[in-house]
Nanobody, 124 residues
Framework: QVQLVESGGGLVQAGGSLRLSCAASGRTFSSVAMGWFRQAPGKERDFVATINSSGRITSYSDSVKGRFTISRDNAKNTVYLQMNSLNAEDTGVYYC?????????????????WGQGTQVTVSS
């Protein structure tokens, strides 16, 4: 059974930074892509970033490109999301997820395990 536990969310002023972490259990972590998604109140869950199994390839949504950085430490079974220059539109619950088939994807349906989410609130 795979478990994902996010941490690092909180309240931050616009222009500030946060670093989210997602600790994964299970021995297959280093062989699969991981992703971050977010959900604002009353909206659908949106893709934020994804990273391949080795950590060498990443992809971002247009709304966060240049401000957010996804990375991973396979020795620690952890994936990170460094978020800089935050604005009010970045407010939401952030989820990490494990790729169902192992490959990178922007689509939530391609992920099979999800964390419980961590709240990020950006005050303007």
């Amino acid at each position: 059974q795979v478990q994902l536990v996010e941490s690092g969310g909180g309240l931050v002023q616009a222009g500030g930074s946060l670093r989210l972490s997602c600790a994964a259990s299970g021995r297959t972590f280093s062989s699969v892509a991981m992703g971050w998604f977010r959900q604002a109140p009353g909206k659908e869950r949106d893709f934020v970033a994804t990273i391949n199994s080795s950590g060498r390839i990443t992809s971002y949504s247009d709304s966060v490109k240049g401000r957010f950085t996804i990375s991973r430490d396979n020795a620690k079974n952890t994936v990170y999301l460094q978020m800089n220059s935050l604005n009010a539109e970045d407010t939401g619950v952030y989820y990490c997820a494990r790729s169902r088939g192992g490959s990178m994807s922007r689509y939530a349906n391609n992920y099979d395990y999800w964390g419980q989410g961590t709240q990020v609130t950006v005050s303007s």
